[in-house]
């Protein structure tokens, strides 16, 4: 690749599309990832919000309502309730609703859970029966002390005695603080809609219930908001049209230990009716447990990396895709089927590499000879696989190549 080409690529990258409406995407190029999707679908009506403001609301009140306690095993008392769930309710001075709590469908097997009890089966037992196997756990537990969270008279999570909560609340004001309202008043929202018809993706799709990404259950939330109207130039498409990215992130928490706390951050071309993510690249996600040191790792680790992700002026992504566009591998196509097949490039045996380059050139129209090219061509093949974790592992090889240029 000459000066010229180089310096072509990094002003056609660097170009920024503010604004850009309905535009062709390459759903081929990069990873398909179905993590939105799965929330998206698995979701009821109920836990699906159309902008950050009402779905805060609910959480802050929860949490306004909520309070903790970590109190002996041996002070718990477990009686029959017939408006609780399972039939029981646990009793202690300390909890409000004059000391006794109805638990959750959650909070009784998490109960369970620390005395060894199995939940399925006290379900199928009279409350009367299944309070006096509960109450014996409890006197026999190990651990002395338990955590308990309750609001509204509901025993909403029963925990160990340091678990680090990280409420909701906390974690969706700190997305606001970048997204406002996730509706488009600033540059973040709820991601448009790609047509299959004519391979366009349309940023200002209307966001209902039907197509939101905004998520809150009782014992969880998940918010995914994307960048999809400032778009950056990456390389052209067949067509002559620009290939477009624009940047995506999701959080996810759950203060009643159902899920850790997670950041993914990411660039893509698309988004389907589905909610599935098409032309993914550069995935990077990080994980807290609800650790005691929970909170300060939200404070000191997880709102830093989606602060600086979303501020950034999309510089990562321009130095990413010309160091990768740079990294020449091979000066033919038998150089790039040697390196497809080296430690270097994934180990690939040689049928999967050739499948591999003649993709490169069907669809990308070029000859595979730099990194950015193999990682095309890689992620291409991946998409075809029908066994999941060897679609997987190849995605994971393209992003150990991508890594190593970025």
């Not at 005395?115 to 014996?136: D, E, F, H, I, S």
């Not at 509706?183 to 299959?196: I, R």
């Not at 939330?221 to 498409?237: A, Q, S, T």
């Amino acid at each position: 690749m000459n000066d010229s080409n180089i310096i072509d690529i990094e002003e056609r990258a660097t170009a920024q599309h503010n604004n850009v409406g309905v535009r062709s995407v390459d759903y081929r190029a990069g990873e398909t990832r179905g993590d939105v999707s799965s929330q998206w679908f698995n979701r009821p009506d109920d836990q699906k919000f159309t902008d950050l403001s009402s779905l805060s609301d609910m959480v802050k009140a929860r949490y306004d309502a909520s309070s903790s306690h970590v109190v002996a095993t041996s002070e718990i008392e477990v009686i029959a309730s017939p408006d609780s769930p399972d039939g029981l309710a646990v009793h202690h001075a300390e909890f409000s609703e004059n000391g006794q709590l109805q638990p959750t469908h959650w909070s009784f097997g998490q109960m369970c859970q620390r005395v060894k009890a199995p939940p399925a089966y006290l379900r199928t037992l009279p409350a009367v029966m299944a309070g006096m196997n509960l109450q014996y756990g409890l006197s026999e537990v190990r651990s002395e002390r338990l955590g308990f969270y309750e609001a509204n008279g509901e025993l909403r999570a029963t925990t160990g005695a340091d678990y680090g909560r990280v409420y909701d609340y906390e974690v969706v004001e700190a997305v606001r603080k970048i997204a406002g309202n996730g509706v488009g008043d600033t540059n973040w929202k709820v991601p448009g809609v790609m047509n299959w018809r004519d391979g366009t993706y349309n940023p200002d799709a209307p966001i209902t219930r039907d197509s939101t990404t905004l998520f809150a259950s009782d014992r969880d939330i998940f918010l995914f908001l994307v960048d999809d109207r400032n778009p950056i130039e990456i390389g052209k498409l067949p067509s002559g049209e620009p290939d477009l990215m624009f940047r995506g992130f999701y959080v996810w928490n759950s203060e009643v230990g159902s899920a850790s706390l997670g950041i993914a951050t990411m660039y893509l071309r698309g988004v389907c009716q589905n909610r599935c993510l098409w032309g993914v690249e550069g995935y990077s996600q990080i994980k807290i447990r609800h650790s005691k040191n929970a909170p300060d790792r939200f404070i000191t680790q997880a709102r830093p990396t989606l602060d600086q992700f979303t501020s950034n002026n999309q510089r990562a992504v321009i130095d990413g895709v010309t160091a990768a566009r740079n990294a020449r591998v091979a000066d033919d196509n038998d150089g790039a089927l040697e390196f497809l097949q080296s430690a270097k490039g994934g180990k690939f045996p040689k049928g999967k590499a050739g499948q591999i380059i003649n993709r490169i050139m069907d669809e990308e129209g070029v000859k595979p000879r730099s990194i950015w090219d193999m990682v095309q061509g890689i992620t291409a093949v991946a998409r075809d696989e029908g066994h999941q974790d060897q679609r997987v592992q190849m995605e994971r090889i393209a992003g150990r190549l991508l890594d190593k240029v970025a």
